[in-house]
């Protein structure tokens, strides 16, 4: 089956730059695609890069760190939360609607990893609130009725949305501990996807 995969931190700087974070994606259907994507700015053997492809932090140690935007959400309750008061943890930043069915299809696997990695990985499930089609009340309703644990933000302002060039969703970026983007995934992901980000940006022991 095809699946969404991450694209690495060099093409991603590309497109933030670009104003384009939002709005790309690719999709590949043979694990030799990804491997090929990996190693698209790295020099050396082709063959020794594809044996490499799937150690994600081998895949970007030649690349320049990117620093991830900050932005500032709130709580349910009105508190301000921002992006940098996680530096030191690494960071799964998601945008996301209730009225967004391939957003909704990709919760189980999230909320089942941020039980999983609790106190590993600070996973932020940032809501794009415009107060109308999408409210504090109905995306809190929606989680408390799906039973999710994880932590939920609301992008009241659109800082979030504005930073990383968020015009559709879902969208999901992998951070490291520094702050740095590492990776990220347009459209819906699956659980295998999203274990391959959270890989990339859990430090290595």
């Known amino acids: 089956m095809k699946k969404k995969t991450i694209l690495l931190l060099l093409l991603l700087t590309f497109l933030l730059l670009l104003g384009g974070a939002g709005t790309l994606y690719n999709q590949l259907s043979e694990q030799t695609e990804q491997e090929r994507l990996a190693q698209t700015n790295q020099t050396g053997h082709e063959n020794d890069q594809q044996d490499n492809a799937q150690e994600p932090e081998r895949a970007e140690e030649s690349r320049e760190a990117y620093p991830a935007p900050d ?5 349910a309750d009105g ?9 030191g943890t690494p960071v799964v930043l998601n945008f996301w609607a209730s009225w967004c069915g391939p957003c909704k299809s990709e919760m189980p696997d999230f909320h089942e990893k941020a039980v999983e990695y609790d106190g590993q990985i600070q996973f932020m499930m940032v809501n794009l ?3 109308s089609r999408e409210t504090v009340e109905s995306a809190s309703a929606f989680i408390e009725e799906q039973g999710y644990t994880f932590p939920v933000f609301f992008d009241t302002q659109y800082s979030g949305a504005a930073a ?7 969208v999901t970026f992998f951070i490291d501990r520094d702050g740095n983007l590492i990776a990220y995934a347009q459209s819906a992901i699956d659980a295998e996807t999203l274990q391959e980000g959270i890989d990339m940006i859990l430090p290595q022991s």
Do not use: R, W
């Open 71 to 75: 932005f500032t959400v709130f709580t």
């Open 79 to 87: 508190e301000e939360v921002s992006l940098s008061d996680y530096l």
């Open 129 to 131: 609130t415009d107060g």
């Open 164 to 170: 990383y060039g968020t015009s559709a969703i879902p």
